[in-house]
């Protein structure tokens, strides 16, 4: 068994009672931690591998709640025209991505993701409602082995495109027109989730997601709605899968409730201008709300998170990247959303930083339903730990940790990530031949923009 001990760290650790612990030391045995506290209260064992903490701040893996595998390539595209790159995405990803592109992709977020800091993500399998690879397993495996080879965990949102069906794809190898139903997707969903169940020691996991449906969509076509929430709940149950939804707003939280789709096994993102019932929804469900400051949405409605958090609901943070506007920066996100709330309110002390960074840790697992094992610093869960590199002029003088790492910090701060106790970064260099990475990604997006036409979108 190995045993390694970070020393001399400012260890923020997230746990019950919030400890920020100066001159810390904290030891982990294989994939768990053994001990956390000051210097004075752990002893190193003589066996230990040391991992030196001075000018440092070590804290739990950050957990960012929404995402979308896809936007990696396609976050160039389009300058700020919204809407083409809309229609971008969904023309590469139903028609021209091949098998090539999705592992190109999967490798490059996974590596941006790894050097920011973010052990643990859920990242949809496409841009939307309307476009989710699920055709077949192919393009859903390849994302959970490039996790893997990466050495991060996904949480792979898989699931079923917006009715009415059938939906027009191309398939993966460009070789015939594939015309895709709600039960075609549904059988891949079922497939994906029995071929990659050990989220937490083999670090890819599948959960489940349908589109948002509005009281207008409802009236529209109640029993087909129904029925489709029926069929996806099923699935649910039978494998023990988490649900997710992109995009909740203005009385869909309330119609999610009436259509028996939430419950504490339920995250849902965006959740802009809502109406007291679907606050009311939330809060009764058990369901998380995943709060993304940083995205479009939130510039055309806004997300009442600090009222959802006083009611009780537990309220997680997302990147929503990649996008045009956004990366997998968390540091990012959370001071925006700081800035976002403290706005709105004219008031700078709505949000502070615990509460954002306990938004992308332990509130961020408890979505998952893994705060037992992940999102804190806590004797016998996982050992997920990032170390952030200090010794900069934009996070001197060295105090306040919290505020640092809250207001001040970023991505490249990042020096060291473990992983499932696996030192998976040190000094910002990983084992990873990162070069080949960001080389397979330029060619992969250059042959699909070429297959599709769409090179007039490259804009300054």
């Not at 050990?198 to 709605?225: H, K, Q, T, W």
């Not at 990012?332 to 800035?339: E, G, V």
């Not at 060295?398 to 970064?425: C, E, S, Y």
């Not at 080949?436 to 599709?452: G, P, V």
Request: net charge negative; hydrophobic share 40%; with cysteine.
């Amino acid at each position: 068994m190995t045993i390694h001990a970070i020393t001399n760290t400012t260890a923020i650790t997230m746990d019950s009672d919030r400890r920020v612990i100066e001159n810390a030391t904290i030891l982990f045995e294989n994939d768990r931690i053994t001990a956390v506290g000051s210097a004075d209260e752990v002893a190193v064992p003589a066996e230990a591998e040391r991992i030196e903490g001075a000018n440092m701040i070590s804290l739990p893996g950050l957990i960012d709640s929404h995402a979308h595998a896809g936007h990696g390539l396609t976050r160039n595209l389009g300058g700020g025209d919204g809407d083409a790159w809309f229609q971008a995405c969904e023309a590469i990803y139903t028609r021209e991505s091949t098998p090539g592109f999705w592992q190109a992709e999967a490798r490059l977020s996974g590596l941006e993701r790894l050097k920011a800091g973010i052990t643990t993500c859920t990242m949809l399998l496409g841009g939307g409602a309307d476009h989710y690879r699920t055709d077949t397993v192919e393009a859903g495996n390849l994302h959970c082995e490039a996790t893997r080879e990466i050495g991060i965990r996904t949480m792979l949102a898989v699931g079923l495109n917006r009715r009415p069906f059938p939906k027009a794809y191309r398939s993966l190898d460009l070789a015939r027109e594939v015309s895709l139903s709600f039960e075609d997707q549904l059988e891949v969903c079922g497939e994906l989730a029995r071929a990659n169940r050990d989220f937490l020691n083999d670090c890819a996991g599948i959960c489940l997601i349908m589109p948002v449906y509005s009281p207008e969509d409802f009236a529209r076509a109640p029993e087909d709605i129904r029925r489709m929430c029926r069929a996806v709940m099923d699935l649910r149950e039978d494998h023990g899968l988490l649900f997710t939804q992109d995009g909740h707003r203005s009385g869909s939280i309330a119609l999610a409730e009436e259509l028996a789709i939430l419950g504490p096994w339920a995250y849902l993102s965006h959740s802009v201008d809502l109406t007291p019932e679907d606050m009311a929804a939330a809060k009764r469900s058990g369901a998380s709300i995943v709060h993304n400051p940083s995205a479009i949405m939130s510039v055309l409605g806004r997300c009442p998170a600090p009222e959802l958090r006083d009611m009780g609901v537990n309220v997680a943070l997302g990147s929503d990247a990649a996008a045009p506007d956004r990366g997998y920066d968390m540091f990012r996100h959370m001071a925006q959303c700081l800035h976002y709330h403290r706005r709105h309110f004219r008031d700078p002390e709505v949000m502070m930083p615990s509460d954002v960074l306990q938004m992308c840790t332990i509130d961020a697992a408890k979505a998952i339903g893994m705060e037992a094992e992940l999102g804190s610093l806590e004797v016998g869960k996982k050992a997920d730990i990032i170390m952030l590199d200090r010794r900069k002029p934009h996070l001197y003088p060295p105090m306040m940790p919290l505020t640092t790492v809250a207001q001040f910090a970023n991505a490249a701060d990042v020096d060291t990530v473990i992983v499932n106790g696996k030192i998976r970064m040190k000094n910002r260099q990983t084992a990873l031949d990162e070069s080949a990475i960001l080389d397979a990604a330029a060619s992969e997006m250059d042959a699909a923009l070429s297959r599709s036409g769409l090179t007039h979108l490259l804009v300054e």
